[in-house]
């Protein structure tokens, strides 16, 4: 009897215990049924979230408030404030943290998550309202995820916006690419998707709730990972104002300003000599004074042990967590400010407002992210259900984003699309073929599907040969003589090359541009051995030198897919059989082998004639390219024309004449801060763009609109982009798309000085092949 009732004890026990598992419950702080929390102020939701914070912040030990300023801040029991862990990933999907305490597991019911295409090639779509609703399928995930009791934490480590400055970079993939206003726009979009926001901006601002939190990194610079033994941790970027002012900073702006992010994540290297972390200037005076930034700063991690281990830039560990904190910065991914936070305050380099000061920030975003409002089922975004992680919607989505990334680069007499009738046979070479997790790139979670490109390919033609190639992605050996038997039999062939991880990764730059090992000894002799011209497929996130398979006449496709993510291959089957119209365009130059001789330490993006120094990207490289920034075909033809243009001489007032000084006059511009907003405002104007699909399929073809200078020199760059628009033309349809630009916005650089100037004199707007000409008498 006593022993049936105790079976039975615990057998109640164990469906409890069943149960709490199954339906795990996300943390959270003041919940409404312990009484003790009733009377905290910091649990009043109706009271304004400073004041909630600063009640909370009176509440701590100096050994509470120091625990709370590293990635896992442990929780605060007498407090009922569970354990926050600040550090999760969301570059393109929610994504794992190998072998740290993560924010965010997959070990409960969710097992997977979206696996959105590498940033790269989502930015090549050229279309923010695709990456927007990216962003928010990835923020309802996460949200998804919380719910399920599967987070720790809701703040995203996301997104990457350094400029990708170099093509040999091993994160350029986890960028959008060159350009400042392209990776601004892109910044935007994602950080108003996954936070929450409306693509138009403005909704946060009601009540600052936040989806899930972003993070604009790596503040500032950051564009050098390991690179012939010169690492990340001792990087010195020596910047100059004019390149920090038009190219490294502006992303930051616009995703702070803008978009409104709620994190910021300072780089490891120092600019100028100062590290990120400990600049004062950078973190307080720019982001949070002049941008308004509103969030919490977190380093990279160790950043702040590398200050005095390896920078050598502060005297001790108390000096640099000093420094830090004094500097802006509110939580150490590392846990240098737990070890050294104390000692600091004890030899009084360090006052305890500043901790304050940092707690304020951090537990602001916490509030926000209504983890302080009790159960959060009962609250607004409670209701998000973990079906909403890898829905339907979401992997069509995934679809969509990797169809509109990938860029055709030739296709010589109309080789693609392939017929689905009459190809009989196909050939499938190359290490990147039967592939599935290389998709991915870097930062990935658990896919929900995975199909590799042999997989999508024989879903449209049974009758197919498949040949690896080579031994690994690196082709140190290679299988011709196999690879060509399956070709020459075969009507047509498709070489999937490329790179992965092996190749180009955080904490791993290439020293060369062109296809590793022997992977270009295969194509040729590939090419010439198949009965027709071959496809070549390149998945790579940074750029490649093949110069040869371009002239190459036995090549007469290329396909670039970056690495497009879960739903990847799918899209390139579908472009090459003809079911998608490709339409990418390049986010980043194809520089030839030879760029290799510039130091990747060099930073400057202007040239320097005199030394050879070629200068970077677009907007400033001057030297011969394989492909150009925006480039890319399609199965249709597009023609555009200047249909309008509001405004075509733009007049800078007669008395703003006097304030000119005579330095700035005689270099035929003028300083933009010298203009008021009323004459800025009244200079915007509108330009209307005619596109015509000449082609016999359907397309989503990006607009791009540039400007050229008429004046050159000084610094200024070849041509620079300053709108960009993706239309939907069906075949043989003509539209129109509408820019809205302000000459104080889109018409300036920047000088030596880097201040924002606007040149006098003419201006070139461009589109494809297009000019259209407009004045400034200022
Ligand atoms: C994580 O830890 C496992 C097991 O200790 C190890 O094999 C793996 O290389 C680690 N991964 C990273 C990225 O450090
Ligand atoms: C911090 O202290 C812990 C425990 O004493 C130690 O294991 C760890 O190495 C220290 N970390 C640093 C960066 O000094
Ligand atoms: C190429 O990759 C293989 C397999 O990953 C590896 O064993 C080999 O060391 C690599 N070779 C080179 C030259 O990197
Ligand atoms: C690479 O070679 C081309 C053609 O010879 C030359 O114009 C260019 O300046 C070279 N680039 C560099 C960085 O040396
Ligand atoms: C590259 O530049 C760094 C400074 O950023 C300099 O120390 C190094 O000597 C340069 N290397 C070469 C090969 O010019
Ligand atoms: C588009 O292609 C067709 C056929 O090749 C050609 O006749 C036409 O001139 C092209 N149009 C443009 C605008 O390039």
Redesign the pocket.
């Given at each position: 009897m006593k022993l049936r009732k105790l079976n039975l004890v615990s057998s109640i026990l164990i469906s409890f215990l069943v149960l709490l598992a199954e339906t795990a419950q996300p943390p959270f702080a003041c919940d409404s049924s312990n009484p003790k929390t009733k009377s905290y102020a910091f649990c009043k939701t109706t009271l304004p979230i400073s004041q909630r914070v600063q009640d909370l912040i009176s509440r701590l030990t100096l050994d509470e408030k120091i625990s709370q300023l590293v990635n896992a801040a442990p929780a605060i029991p007498r407090l009922g404030i569970p354990a926050y862990v600040w550090w999760s990933e969301a570059l393109h999907g929610v994504a794992f943290v190998a072998n740290v305490t993560s924010g965010i597991n997959f070990d409960g019911k969710i097992r997977s998550a979206t696996s959105f295409p590498q940033v790269i090639l989502t930015a090549a779509s050229f279309d923010a309202n695709l990456w927007y609703r990216i962003a928010q399928a990835i923020g309802i995930e996460a949200r998804g995820m919380y719910n399920a009791g599967q987070a720790q934490g809701m703040t995203f480590w996301a997104p990457n916006i350094n400029i990708y400055r170099d093509p040999r970079w091993g994160r350029g993939q986890e960028t959008p690419g060159e350009d400042p206003l392209l990776t601004g726009k892109y910044a935007i979009s994602y950080v108003r998707g996954i936070q929450g926001d409306s693509f138009e901006g403005g909704k946060l601002g009601v009540a600052d709730h936040l989806q899930a939190s972003a993070c604009c990194k790596h503040f500032t610079a950051y564009d050098l990972d390991s690179w012939k033994g010169i690492g990340r941790f001792v990087f010195d970027a020596r910047v100059s104002l004019q390149d920090l002012a038009d190219t490294y900073q502006p992303p930051f702006e616009s995703c702070i300003k803008e978009g409104r992010a709620s994190g910021i994540m300072c780089a490891y290297n120092r600019v100028n000599g100062v590290p990120n972390c400990a600049d004062y200037d950078l973190l307080s005076k720019t982001a949070r004074g002049q941008w308004g930034f509103n969030g919490y700063i977190v380093s990279d991690c160790d950043a702040v042990s590398i200050i005095y281990e390896k920078q050598r830039y502060a005297k001790s560990p108390e000096d640099a967590v000093a420094d830090v904190l004094k500097a802006g910065m509110d939580v150490n991914c590392g846990d240098y400010l737990k070890n050294y936070t104390g000692a600091a305050v004890r030899e009084k380099k360090l006052p305890v407002s500043e901790i304050d000061r940092a707690l304020h920030n951090l537990f602001s975003v916490r509030m926000r992210l209504g983890l302080f409002d009790g159960n959060p089922a009962k609250l607004h975004f409670g209701n998000i259900g973990r079906e909403q992680v890898c829905s339907k919607e979401h992997q069509n989505l995934a679809l969509e984003a990797a169809r509109a990334g990938i860029v055709l680069l030739k296709n010589t007499d109309k080789l693609l699309p392939l017929s689905k009738t009459r190809t009989k046979s196909l050939a499938i070479i190359g290490p990147n073929a039967n592939v599935a997790e290389t998709l991915q790139g870097n930062y990935k979670g658990p896919p929900c599907k995975a199909v590799t490109p042999l997989q999508a390919l024989q879903r449209y033609i049974k009758n197919t040969k498949y040949d690896q190639g080579c031994d690994s992605v690196n082709c140190s050996s290679a299988f011709i003589q196999e690879a060509v038997k399956i070709a020459k039999e075969a009507d047509h062939v498709v070489l999937v090359m490329g790179l992965d991880l092996t190749q180009e990764r955080e904490d791993f730059d290439r020293e060369n541009l062109v296809l590793p090992g022997k992977q270009q000894e295969l194509i040729s002799a590939i090419a010439r051995a198949a009965k027709k011209p071959v496809i070549l497929v390149l998945l790579c996130g940074g750029p490649v030198d093949i110069s040869f398979a371009k002239y190459d006449q036995h090549i007469g496709s290329i396909l670039w897919a970056g690495y497009p993510g879960e739903a990847g291959a799918l899209a390139l089957a579908e472009i090459i059989f003809g079911d998608h119209n490709p339409g990418g365009r390049l986010p980043v130059t194809w520089y030839?082998q030879?760029?290799t001789?510039?130091n990747m330490t060099d930073m400057r993006m202007r040239p320097e004639p005199s030394s050879?120094y070629?200068g970077r990207t677009y907007r400033f490289y001057q030297?011969?390219k394989v492909f150009e920034f925006g480039f890319g075909l399609s199965y249709s033809n597009y023609s555009y024309e200047f249909i309008s243009v509001s405004q075509t001489k733009l007049y800078f007032s007669q008395h703003s004449r006097d304030h000119t000084s005579k330095n700035s006059e005689s270099k035929g511009y003028k300083l933009v801060s010298e203009m008021s907003a009323e004459l800025c405002q009244n200079g915007k104007f509108q330009v209307k763009v005619g596109v015509k699909n000449h082609g016999e399929m359907a397309g989503k073809h990006p607009v791009l609109l540039f400007v050229r200078q008429g004046t050159v020199g000084d610094g200024r760059p070849n041509k620079r982009l300053i709108g960009f628009q993706r239309i939907n033309l069906n075949a043989r349809e003509r539209a129109q798309v509408e820019f809205e630009l302000s000459p104080c916005e889109h018409l300036t650089w920047a000088n030596k000085d880097g201040l924002l100037v606007m040149d006098e004199g003419s201006n070139f707007l461009m589109v494809g092949d297009q000019e259209y000409e407009i004045s400034n008498g200022i």
């Open positions: 030839p030879n760029f001789r510039v050879g070629p030297g011969p």
